[in-house]
Antibody, heavy 122, light 110 residues
Framework: EVQLLESGGGLVQPGGSLRLSCAASGFTFSSYAMGWVRQAPGKGVDWVSSIKSSGDTYYADSAKGRFTISRDNSKNTLYLQMDSLGPEDTAVYYC????????????????WGQGTVVTVSS | QSALTQPASVSGSPGQSITISCTGTSSDVGGYNYVSWYQQHPGRAPKLMIYDVINRPSGVSNRFSGSKSGNTASLTISGLQAEDEADYYCGSYTSSSTLVFGGGTKLTVL
């Protein structure tokens, strides 16, 4: 069974940093692009960042320069390093896997984790 | 990276059909056949319902169908059921090599 398990969320002060992790299982992690999507309380979903199996990275404007996506294929784990956090970054952060392993970096996601909550507040 | 435009809410009675629109530009919806649709129940993660405009993933009911005309994509749900009540989001690849979602549509089954 394909599973994604996020961790690392929590309460952080404005200007602070947080690193999210996503442990993947049930599929060949190294073959798939992966992504992060967030959802602020009571709001819609927003794409944050994606990373190809090759390591090429893509970011939403809101994340560019502040967030860094990375992966460790030896550990089947996806990461999101978030710096200079502000209240607008408060959200549930989902790790997500695309449907197919080829040419699917930014075409959507079929498997989502349960999400990890990030709260930015003083 | 402006969000795609969806109606805030739609409603229908059991057995009826409803359609949710998703309007973008020639740089996203209109330029690529990479539109996806997601269903989200309260407290749950989104679920992929349609990909590449018209395709259903394995296990998704054939009551769900997708289409596109110009810069507007649509999700149609036929034979509406109580369990279809949820939030629905569209998403599209963009010419900036990003992914953009719509603001979401709340479907109410009357």
């Amino acid at each position: 069974e394909v599973q994604l398990l996020e961790s690392g969320g929590g309460l952080v002060q404005p200007g602070g940093s947080l690193r999210l992790s996503c442990a993947a299982s049930g599929f060949t992690f190294s073959s798939y692009a992966m992504g992060w999507v967030r959802q602020a309380p009571g709001k819609g979903v927003d794409w944050v960042s994606s990373i190809k199996s090759s390591g090429d990275t893509y970011y939403a404007d809101s994340a560019k320069g502040r967030f860094t996506i990375s992966r460790d294929n030896s550990k089947n784990t996806l990461y999101l390093q978030m710096d200079s956090l502000g209240p607008e970054d408060t959200a549930v952060y989902y790790c997500a896997k695309p449907l197919k392993d080829s040419g699917w970096t930014l075409r959507g996601f079929d498997i989502w984790g349960q999400g990890t909550v990030v709260t930015v507040s003083s | 990276q402006s969000a795609l435009t969806q109606p805030a809410s739609v409603s229908g009675s059991p057995g009826q059909s409803i359609t949710i629109s998703c309007t973008g530009t020639s740089s996203d919806v209109g330029g690529y056949n990479y539109v996806s649709w997601y269903q989200q129940h309260p407290g749950r993660a989104p679920k992929l319902m349609i990909y590449d405009v018209i395709n259903r993933p394995s296990g998704v009911s054939n009551r769900f169908s997708g289409s596109k005309s110009g810069n507007t994509a649509s999700l149609t749900i036929s034979g509406l059921q109580a369990e279809d009540e949820a939030d629905y989001y569209c998403g599209s690849y963009t010419s900036s090599s990003t992914l953009v979602f719509g603001g979401g549509t709340k479907l109410t089954v009357l």
